[in-house]
T-cell receptor
Framework: GAGVSQSPRYKVAKRGQDVALRCDPISGHVSLFWYQQALGQGPEFLTYFQNEAQLDKSGLPSDRFFAERPEGSVSTLKIQRTQQEDSAVYLC???????????FGPGTRLTVL | AQSVTQPDIHITVSEGASLELRCNYSYGATPYLFWYVQSPGQGLQLLLKYFSGDTLVQGIKGFEAEFKRSQSSFNLRKPSVHWSDAAEYFCAVGDNNNDMRFGAGTRLTVKP
């Protein structure tokens, strides 16, 4: 595909469940970012990868959040023991390399009941 | 610390009217400044950005923005709004293209 894709587009989880959100970046893009966008707010940075290396995870809100990109392409954001406050849209973005324009995916809307 | 304020949560304009969306930032040096648009179910799309040079920046879809250092502002403008411009608009500030802090957004409604 030409753009960043994310799956699933919508996810409903019961409180306490684990979820995994997938991001397929644009082919060849080295950098990958995850953001959390709460309702009525702008996106907030979660974490950043350069190839398979997670260079910044300062935005992850708790140790229940974990991201990986083992082969330097597809990335997965995992949230363990989901809480209601985790309800948000999770956006993924990729860029060709460090300090290039980020291209965003459509997001995964997570609702925790 | 970097921060971005978008004072208007929601703006309504008539189709064909001019538009200005406000953005104020707090930053220690000359920042990278961005405007993004987000339509329902779509990802964020970059409209324009500023990091140096001419303070009036032209973007896609007929948008422009002006960097005013003295006012710490980077307002987005369009001379004539189209119904398809209805969306959420986000201003962002950063050290570079990687490090962006977003405002809370302004929702634009276009009246026929």
């Amino acid at each position: 595909g030409a753009g960043v894709s994310q799956s699933p587009r919508y996810k409903v989880a019961k409180r306490g469940q684990d979820v995994a959100l997938r991001c397929d970046p644009i082919s060849g893009h080295v950098s990958l970012f995850w953001y959390q966008q709460a309702l009525g707010q702008g996106p907030e940075f979660l974490t950043y990868f350069q190839n398979e290396a997670q260079l910044d995870k300062s935005g992850l809100p708790s140790d229940r959040f974990f991201a990986e990109r083992p082969e330097g392409s597809v990335s997965t954001l995992k949230i363990q023991r989901t809480q209601q406050e985790d309800s948000a849209v999770y956006l993924c973005a990729s860029s060709l390399d460090f300090d290039n324009e980020q291209f965003f995916g459509p997001g995964t809307r997570l609702t925790v009941l | 610390a970097q921060s971005v304020t978008q004072p208007d949560i929601h703006i309504t304009v008539s189709e064909g009217a001019s538009l200005e969306l406000r953005c104020n930032y707090s930053y220690g040096a000359t920042p990278y400044l961005f405007w993004y648009v987000q339509s329902p179910g779509q990802g964020l799309q970059l409209l324009l950005k500023y990091f140096s040079g001419d303070t009036l920046v032209q973007g896609i879809k007929g948008f422009e923005a002006e960097f005013k250092r003295s006012q710490s502002s980077f307002n987005l403008r369009k001379p004539s709004v189209h119904w398809s411009d209805a969306a959420e608009y986000f201003c962002a500030v950063g050290d570079n293209n990687n490090d962006m802090r977003f405002g809370a957004g302004t929702r634009l409604t276009v009246k026929p």
